[in-house]
């Protein structure tokens, strides 16, 4: 039997946005601006560094700012490359905002669902990115509220995010909310710890870990059309 939820909260990048794309574009912009030949191991490098520095983040050992700086000075510096890396930082984040592509079935999903849910997005990606891209998105006209972590203070999972984005949201009943998101442990873990329902969005089909409250788990976006109304 499906079930309505009052608010749907959905993570951006990797759930809705095709980051992959948009971030391998960005980082051919970036190489290009440094006199470097674009190799497919620099950017397995970047993502290397970036993926240990978002944990982070996420544990609120770095903030927004240290991070979009950092990655790229361990970036040059593994190139053994001189370079600005606030410069090539602030290339990246431009180009980064101005792509919006959308992962197959993202429009038509939200869309649908307008009709009968509110619509937020609640991210940890940073401001500059996540506001730019929506506006350049096609899904702009469906969302109600956009939830940042740098704007807010606090990063998913952290109990203090779930609770900005709630008050963002006019405090609705945690029965009343579902959070859709390919990270367990940001969009997952965090949803279960607050107490809404989840669902996993897990394209890849890999292994559903145990101890993970997962109220629902989708291999497609169109597959949450039939377990909500």
Known sequence: ???HYDWLWFDADGTLFNFNRAEELALKQVFQRINVPFQDEYASLYKEINQ????????QEITPAVLQVR???????????EYSASQLSDEFLRQLAVCGDLLEGAFELLKALSGSSQIAIVTNGL?????????HSELRDFVAELIISEEVGAA???TEFFEAASARTGNPPKSAVLIIGDSLSADIQGGAN???ETCWYNPQGESR???VHITYEIRHLRDLLNLIE
């Open 194 to 196: 607050y107490g809404i």
């Open 52 to 59: 240990q520095l978002w944990h982070a983040l996420e544990k």
């Open 71 to 81: 990655r790229f000075e361990l970036l040059l510096q593994a190139l053994h490359v």
């Open 156 to 158: 998913k999972p952290k």
């Open 127 to 135: 401001q500059a990115v996540q506001r730019g891209r929506l506006a």
């Open 209 to 211: 870990p145990a101890g």
């Open 1 to 3: 039997m499906k079930k």
